[in-house]
């Protein structure tokens, strides 16, 4: 048991005994399920952890590559460009950098949507892990 879960069991033993008058200690059986709780809401974030490493990484190189692709598809866009009458080359220009803004927009809009769903995600179990600890506890003081 970590130092700060210790300084919180000692304070919740304190605060069970202030408002309930009902004296505990650390080898009360609810402190099994709290601590059984504890490893699993650890074990559920070490996965969600190492199943979202690298995403951010992942994605800058994706976006890095994206760019680098884009970047070479102007160039060709502007060497063709060059070949065209003065007249045709406004128009050529416009439609085709719209087109890039687009898809690259397109692009990094996914890219981002990937990493934030990996956050979403790690909050939810998160959340969803302690609500089960607290309803736990709560069933157990309630004596169900």
Known sequence: MSESSQELVTEAIAEV???HKIVINENDPIFATIYFQEFL???????????????SEKIATSIEETTHKYTDLSKSLANQVVGHSLTKTDEIIEKHLKDL????????????????????TTV?????CGLFTIATAAMILLGR
């Open 17 to 19: 005994a202030k408002k």
């Open 41 to 55: 809401l650890k074990k559920y974030v070490e996965q969600i952890s190492s199943s979202t490493e690298g995403i």
């Open 101 to 120: 803004d687009q898809k690259f927009a397109n692009v990094l809009d996914t890219k981002l949507s990937l990493l934030n769903q990996s956050k979403n």
């Open 124 to 128: 939810i179990c998160t959340v969803i």
